[in-house]
């Protein structure tokens, strides 16, 4: 073995990073392009690059109003709305599988979905019995938020915040949660089906309203969780030779926790439950690319955007009455999870 | 000789019950203390507690003149270092980055690599025969190997104080004596103090420097090897009965 060897490694797993980040961007970027086009009304990409431009530079775009409409308000904030709840679930999945030290933790693990399911459903039962209209995502919201505060006690309470105290803790809220959604589902009666839908996990109708919550917190949080991301790759060594290493455990744990779980709250809060997006995408990357964090964090954001955005763009051409996004992910992403797992046992 | 490590009526407890009990003992700057006992006899607490990890311990743990409540975090991750008993990392890391992680107190968060520090993890893994497989996911290795790697990933912390809790646990025989052989030249050349709780009693009175015996949590013996190899000793410390074996150059522990 001669001498460069391991900064020849390093090099090529530099170039392996920047090519795949790259190219991720740019998958990205065409298959928008794509889903854009696509759907009930036949969209040209001129159209689509006109309609932006004329956006950017604010220019009156020469395309017909109602191509403009369905671009501008109907198909672009969709896409991407997709795009960063793709991204928001894949890297707060990257965060709780490094805080909980378990690559098969996910951005559920801990309940906050089931808070915000809890939330929307007591706001939909609310609104149906008294007539009035609470937003159903300021509700769901909150329930997360709840839920976040009473795990992060009984965490503590439990002597050491570790990670099996906190998976505990989310166990138990989450299942006193979901009883009291299930109670809301008897409450609400024959109109039982909007809280069915909203927790299967939708993006239909998302507007720029839906962007504006989601796109900022996922974009910053997940810059924060890049620049601290050495000290999530120490964590994997275990608390204490974690402690022992300089990381103030608790303190990054409890940080951390907090910055996954609230990019988890509002991609809830605005599209309901959408499964394995979270679990698969950084686990996937993890076992392709690498497990350093610093650079699993931008590629599972990236890969989760393209991954969903795809999803959803099937969910809207599939069939006319729309299947809700959630069950496309689980139904395709579980299958393709058990043949990733099974592969890698045998391969060892 | 410079005092590095100072404990005195140290006391630790689970609960009211007291585990540890007066603890008191000293270490020198490049020595190697092996701590024995039998298992339960509060070996891996007490390191756990001169380490920092279980914190609230009556009695006083002197660093270097300070009292060691009052050295900071950062300091005492840049100065001392502890290998941990049933070291395992569920993450697909590569050993080399294991072994670098060791950096983490010198680099912080923002920093990466450069070429001296490249470097020095090659030099570490070299010695330490860990290179041969510093791009292999440290789940794809043997038991034996992640050892080794964990080993490299605590000289890797250039530590001046250096803990091994079973540190040689799973190796073979070979890579046993030359783990020792590196950590003895880490002690004597670099002047790394080493406190070692090992089971392999031999090694253990070879090679060390001092014994630290332990029985039901006190300090049963503290001295040099010599001083305490007798059969009373291992009936004591131990229960059980030995034969030892004098040798002109060695002498063997036969049970």
């Known amino acids: 073995m001669n001498n460069y060897y391991i900064e020849k490694k390093l090099k090529i797993e530099k170039i ?314 689980t139904l395709i992403g579980g299958p393709f999870f058990i043949f990733i797992f099974m592969k890698k046992r045998v391969g060892g | 000789m410079e005092t590095i490590l100072k404990v005195e009526n140290l006391f630790f407890g689970y609960k009211k019950e007291p585990f540890l009990k007066n603890i008191c003992f000293e270490a020198t700057r490049g020595e190697m203390i092996s701590v024995i006992g039998e298992n339960g006899s509060g070996k891996s607490t007490l390191i756990k507690v001169i380490n920092g990890n279980l914190k609230s311990y009556d009695g006083k743990i002197i660093y270097n003149g300070e009292n060691l409540k009052k050295v900071s975090y950062l300091r005492r991750a840049r100065e001392i270092s502890m290998l941990y008993q049933n070291c395992e990392c569920d993450f697909p890391f590569s050993c080399f980055e294991i072994v670098s992680m060791g950096l983490y107190p010198h680099k912080g968060n923002l920093n990466g690599l450069n070429k001296d520090d490249i470097d020095f993890i090659k030099s570490i893994m070299t010695m330490t025969e860990t290179i041969e497989y510093a791009h292999k996911s440290i789940n794809s290795i043997s038991g034996g190997q992640k050892q080794k790697v964990f080993i490299a990933r605590a000289l890797s912390q250039k530590p001046k104080l250096l803990f091994l809790d079973e540190a040689a646990s799973g190796l073979d025989i070979s890579s046993r004596i030359k783990m020792t052989e590196i950590i003895l030249r880490e002690c004597k050349n670099n002047g790394v103090t080493v406190i070692n709780i090992s089971h392999d009693i031999n090694l253990a009175f070879e090679k060390s420097d001092k014994i630290l015996a332990l029985k039901n949590g006190e300090v049963y013996s503290f001295g040099k090897p010599k001083d305490l190899l007798n059969k009373d000793f291992f009936r004591e410390v131990f229960n059980v009965e030995v034969k030892i074996d004098f040798n002109k150059k060695y002498f063997r522990i036969i049970t």
């Not at chain 1, 599988?97 to 039962?125: E, H, M, R, V, W």
């Not at chain 1, 455990?249 to 907090?258: D, H, I, Q, S």
């Open chain 1, 16 to 329: 392996k990073y920047i090519s795949v980040l790259a190219t991720l961007l740019i998958t990205l970027f065409i298959v928008g392009l794509v889903s854009v086009c696509m759907g009930a009304m036949d969209i040209t990409v001129s159209d689509v690059f006109k309609v932006m431009a004329g956006k950017i530079f604010g220019t009156e775009p020469n395309v017909a109003e109602n191509i403009l409409s369905v671009i501008w308000n109907i198909r672009l904030p969709r896409i991407i709305c997709s795009c960063f709840i793709g991204m928001g679930l894949a890297v707060s999945g990257a965060i709780f599988q490094a805080i909980l030290q378990n690559p098969l933790a996910d951005p559920y693990t801990i309940g906050i979905s089931t808070g915000a399911s809890f939330g929307a459903s007591a706001a939909i039962t609310v609104n149906l019995i008294f007539g009035i209209y609470f937003p159903t995502v300021s509700a769901a919201l909150i329930g997360a938020f709840v839920t976040l505060f009473i795990v992060i006690l009984i965490a503590r309470k439990g002597g050491s915040f570790n990670s099996s105290n906190i998976v505990i803790a989310g166990i138990i809220v989450s299942s006193v949660l979901s009883s009291g959604v299930s109670f809301m589902k008897i409450l609400a009666g024959e109109n039982v089906g909007a809280i069915v839908f909203w927790i299967m996990g939708s993006l239909s109708a998302k507007g720029w309203s839906d962007v504006i919550i989601v796109a900022p917190i996922c974009v910053i949080l997940t810059i924060i969780s890049v620049f601290f991301a050495k000290s999530l790759d120490i964590m994997a060594l275990g608390d204490e030779a974690a402690g022992s290493l300089g990381v103030n455990v608790n303190r990054a744990r409890f940080l951390y926790l907090t910055a996954g779980s609230v990019i988890t709250a509002v991609c809830v809060s605005v599209c309901g439950v959408i499964g394995f997006v979270g679990l698969i995408v950084p686990h996937l990357i993890r076992f392709w690319i690498t497990a350093r964090n610093r650079a699993l964090i931008p590629l599972s954001a990236l890969f989760g955007a393209l991954l969903l955005m795809t999803a959803d763009t099937f969910a809207r051409l599939i069939s006319s009455g729309e299947i809700p996004v959630g069950i496309l992910t």
